[in-house]
Protein backbone atom coordinates (compact mmCIF):
# COMPACT_ATOMS: atom_id res chain seq x y z
CA UNK A 1 0.00 0.00 0.00
CA UNK A 2 2.92 2.61 0.46
CA UNK A 3 4.96 1.52 -2.48
CA UNK A 4 1.58 2.31 -4.32
CA UNK A 5 0.94 5.76 -2.36
CA UNK A 6 4.80 6.60 -3.56
CA UNK A 7 4.27 5.62 -6.99
CA UNK A 8 1.51 7.87 -7.32
CA UNK A 9 3.34 10.68 -5.05
CA UNK A 10 6.50 10.44 -7.44
CA UNK A 11 4.16 10.64 -11.01
CA UNK A 12 2.78 13.71 -9.07
CA UNK A 13 6.31 15.34 -8.14
CA UNK A 14 7.51 14.60 -11.82
CA UNK A 15 4.22 16.06 -13.25
CA UNK A 16 4.54 19.20 -10.88
CA UNK A 17 8.05 19.67 -12.11
CA UNK A 18 7.11 19.22 -15.94
CA UNK A 19 4.65 21.89 -15.44
CA UNK A 20 6.67 24.46 -13.81
CA UNK A 21 9.23 24.08 -16.47
CA UNK A 22 6.50 24.51 -19.23
CA UNK A 23 5.06 27.61 -17.22
CA UNK A 24 8.69 28.91 -16.96
CA UNK A 25 9.33 28.40 -20.88
CA UNK A 26 5.77 29.60 -21.52
CA UNK A 27 6.90 32.54 -19.81
CA UNK A 28 10.43 33.43 -21.10
CA UNK A 29 8.81 33.05 -24.61
CA UNK A 30 6.54 36.30 -23.41
CA UNK A 31 8.95 37.69 -22.41
CA UNK A 32 11.09 37.43 -25.39
CA UNK A 33 8.19 37.98 -27.41
CA UNK A 34 7.22 42.02 -25.84
CA UNK A 35 11.17 42.54 -26.40
CA UNK A 36 11.20 41.41 -30.16
CA UNK A 37 7.69 43.30 -30.87
CA UNK A 38 9.73 46.78 -30.81
CA UNK A 39 11.94 46.57 -33.34
CA UNK A 40 8.86 45.39 -35.50
CA UNK A 41 6.67 48.37 -34.37
CA UNK A 42 9.78 50.39 -35.29
CA UNK A 43 9.61 48.69 -38.93
CA UNK A 44 5.51 48.92 -38.66
CA UNK A 45 5.85 52.85 -37.75
CA UNK A 46 8.55 53.99 -40.64
CA UNK A 47 6.92 51.62 -43.58
CA UNK A 48 2.92 51.66 -43.00
CA UNK A 49 0.97 54.22 -45.12
CA UNK A 50 -0.99 56.71 -43.19
CA UNK A 51 -4.00 56.35 -45.34
CA UNK A 52 -5.55 53.94 -46.66
CA UNK A 53 -8.17 51.73 -48.65
CA UNK A 54 -9.90 48.81 -46.26
CA UNK A 55 -12.62 46.31 -47.66
CA UNK A 56 -15.09 44.77 -45.34
CA UNK A 57 -15.36 47.76 -43.16
CA UNK A 58 -18.40 47.43 -41.90
CA UNK A 59 -17.65 43.30 -41.24
CA UNK A 60 -15.37 44.15 -39.33
CA UNK A 61 -16.43 46.28 -36.57
CA UNK A 62 -19.49 44.16 -36.62
CA UNK A 63 -17.19 41.10 -36.02
CA UNK A 64 -15.60 43.32 -32.76
CA UNK A 65 -19.45 43.92 -31.25
CA UNK A 66 -20.08 40.10 -31.76
CA UNK A 67 -16.47 38.95 -30.10
CA UNK A 68 -17.64 41.70 -27.39
CA UNK A 69 -21.40 40.50 -26.96
CA UNK A 70 -20.75 36.62 -27.26
CA UNK A 71 -17.74 37.53 -24.47
CA UNK A 72 -20.83 39.56 -22.03
CA UNK A 73 -23.05 36.40 -22.75
CA UNK A 74 -20.53 33.80 -22.05
CA UNK A 75 -19.29 35.81 -18.91
CA UNK A 76 -22.75 36.28 -17.53
CA UNK A 77 -24.16 32.25 -17.94
CA UNK A 78 -20.76 30.89 -16.63
CA UNK A 79 -20.76 33.28 -14.02
CA UNK A 80 -24.63 32.89 -12.87
CA UNK A 81 -23.43 29.05 -13.27
CA UNK A 82 -20.43 29.55 -10.28
CA UNK A 83 -18.30 28.39 -13.34
CA UNK A 84 -14.34 29.69 -12.45
CA UNK A 85 -14.15 29.64 -16.01
CA UNK A 86 -16.17 32.99 -16.41
CA UNK A 87 -13.29 34.66 -15.71
CA UNK A 88 -11.24 33.74 -18.31
CA UNK A 89 -14.65 35.05 -20.69
CA UNK A 90 -14.44 38.06 -18.21
CA UNK A 91 -10.75 38.45 -19.30
CA UNK A 92 -11.16 38.32 -23.06
CA UNK A 93 -14.15 40.01 -23.05
CA UNK A 94 -12.36 43.35 -21.10
CA UNK A 95 -9.83 43.07 -24.04
CA UNK A 96 -11.89 43.05 -27.14
CA UNK A 97 -13.62 46.11 -25.23
CA UNK A 98 -10.17 47.94 -25.13
CA UNK A 99 -9.64 47.47 -28.66
CA UNK A 100 -12.77 48.23 -29.49
CA UNK A 101 -12.56 51.60 -28.12
CA UNK A 102 -9.12 52.20 -29.33
CA UNK A 103 -10.09 51.80 -33.21
CA UNK A 104 -12.87 53.49 -32.77
CA UNK A 105 -10.99 56.50 -31.42
CA UNK A 106 -8.18 56.43 -33.70
CA UNK A 107 -10.09 55.50 -36.64
CA UNK A 108 -12.39 58.27 -36.14
CA UNK A 109 -12.25 61.54 -37.79
CA UNK A 110 -12.06 64.90 -35.88
CA UNK A 111 -15.13 66.53 -34.47
CA UNK A 112 -18.82 64.79 -34.19
CA UNK A 113 -17.21 61.52 -34.70
CA UNK A 114 -14.46 61.50 -32.58
CA UNK A 115 -16.90 62.90 -29.45
CA UNK A 116 -19.08 59.58 -30.31
CA UNK A 117 -16.09 57.69 -30.28
CA UNK A 118 -14.76 58.93 -26.85
CA UNK A 119 -18.17 58.41 -25.08
CA UNK A 120 -18.64 54.71 -26.75
CA UNK A 121 -15.19 55.02 -25.21
CA UNK A 122 -16.32 55.52 -21.81
CA UNK A 123 -18.59 52.93 -21.93
CA UNK A 124 -16.44 50.51 -23.25
CA UNK A 125 -13.97 51.25 -20.64
CA UNK A 126 -16.89 50.82 -17.87
CA UNK A 127 -17.19 47.11 -19.52
CA UNK A 128 -13.94 46.35 -19.37
CA UNK A 129 -13.17 47.64 -15.74
CA UNK A 130 -16.41 45.53 -14.93
CA UNK A 131 -14.89 42.52 -16.66
CA UNK A 132 -11.33 42.93 -15.26
CA UNK A 133 -13.36 42.89 -11.23
CA UNK A 134 -14.97 39.68 -12.40
CA UNK A 135 -11.72 38.12 -13.71
CA UNK A 136 -9.80 38.89 -10.70
CA UNK A 137 -12.64 38.17 -8.00
CA UNK A 138 -12.90 35.10 -6.07
CA UNK A 139 -15.35 32.57 -4.57
CA UNK A 140 -16.93 32.15 -8.18
CA UNK A 141 -19.85 29.89 -6.29
CA UNK A 142 -23.26 29.57 -7.99
CA UNK A 143 -25.47 32.63 -7.57
CA UNK A 144 -28.98 31.59 -6.59
CA UNK A 145 -31.99 33.43 -8.45
CA UNK A 146 -33.80 34.06 -5.68
CA UNK A 147 -32.06 35.02 -2.41
CA UNK A 148 -33.06 33.30 0.76
CA UNK A 149 -34.50 35.00 3.80
CA UNK A 150 -30.87 35.87 5.23
CA UNK A 151 -30.03 37.35 2.06
CA UNK A 152 -32.47 39.78 2.37
Same mark, same amino acid.
Given at each position: ?????????????????????????????????????????????????????????? &? /????????? !? *?? #???? =?????? +????????????ASVAVLDAWFDITTSP???????? &? /????????? !? *?? #???? =?????? +????????????
Amino acid at each position: MLDRLAVVQTRQTRRTKRMRRLKRWALILLGSSSVLLVPWMVVLALTLPTKTEVHNWS &L /AWIGLDVLM !A *AG #CAAT =AVLGLR +GDVRARLTASATASVAVLDAWFDITTSPLGTALVEA &L /ASAVAEAGL !A *AA #CVYL =ALSKGW +GRIPAHPGPAAR
